[in-house]
T-cell receptor, first 116, second 111 residues
Framework: NAGVMQNPRHLVRRRGQEARLRCSPM?????VYWYRQLPEEGLKFMVY????????ESGMPKERFSAEFPKEGPSILRIQQVVRGDSAAYFC??????????????FGQGTRLTVV | QQQVKQSPQSLIVQKGGISIINCAYE??????FPWYQQFPGKGPALLIA?????SEKKEGRFTISFNKSAKQFSLHIMDSQPGDSATYFC??????????FGTGTRLTVIP
């Protein structure tokens, strides 16, 4: 059973470009969470999704950021018109149905976004 | 806003010693308090978790102590090893939907 898969592992974008980060949850998991981690800081919640639904996006910046988790395929975190301040590690986590939301979360290895 | 306050920010321990990391949280109606371990360049990995119907949970060298009345919980690493050197995060439920993480403790175990 493969773990949470994120790709790419490293992504370099120029200011103004779009960044698209992918997350495939563990098999059988239907809850997906995205977190952002700045250097030397903790994990900041961004968004919680279930298949085809955004459940909680209270941590998402109001502009340029969007997330989806379609019926088929991976979850996507999309950052439009990236700026240097978007440079961070973005982690995806998944948990199984039936688990209390937020519990039993398993993390991927992250995508390290660098904006130049 | 729900907060989890974690201390210390960094910790240096001799091999064989005990590492202790503390967290305090604010009011919550949910009962699940995990600790995550993160190595450089890796994602956080669930280490151990506790539900506060018990005051302590032990798994190998790792123990969580939980004080519900004080809203505090701590991670103890017994017989600390250089391989334990990592960043440790405590977490607590944030509403019904996800976890709120502490700011992390960077542990260094000196051989």
């Amino acid at each position: 059973n493969a773990g949470v898969m994120q790709n790419p592992r490293h992504l370099v974008r120029r200011r103004g470009q779009e960044a698209r980060l992918r997350c495939s949850p563990m098999k059988g998991h239907s809850h997906v969470y995205w977190y952002r981690q700045l250097p030397e800081e903790g994990l900041k919640f961004m968004v919680y999704l279930q298949k085809e639904n955004i459940i909680d996006e209270s941590g998402m910046p109001k502009e340029r950021f969007s997330a989806e988790f379609p019926k088929e395929g991976p979850s996507i975190l999309r950052i439009q018109q990236v700026v240097r301040g978007d440079s961070a590690a973005y982690f995806c986590a998944s948990s199984p149905p039936g688990a209390a939301a937020g519990t039993e979360a398993f993390f991927g290895q992250g995508t390290r976004l660098t904006v130049v | 806003q729900q907060q989890v306050k974690q201390s210390p920010q960094s910790l240096i321990v001799q091999k064989g010693g005990i590492s202790i990391i503390n967290c305090a949280y604010e009011n919550t109606a949910f009962d699940y308090f995990p600790w995550y371990q993160q190595f450089p360049g890796k994602g956080p990995a669930l280490l151990i978790a506790i539900r506060p119907d018990v005051s302590e949970k032990k798994e190998g060298r790792f123990t969580i102590s939980f004080n519900k009345s004080a809203k505090q919980f701590s991670l103890h690493i017994m017989d600390s090893q250089p391989g334990d050197s990592a960043t440790y995060f405590c977490a607590a439920p944030k509403g019904a939907n996800n976890l709120f993480f502490g700011t992390g403790t960077r542990l260094t175990v000196i051989p």
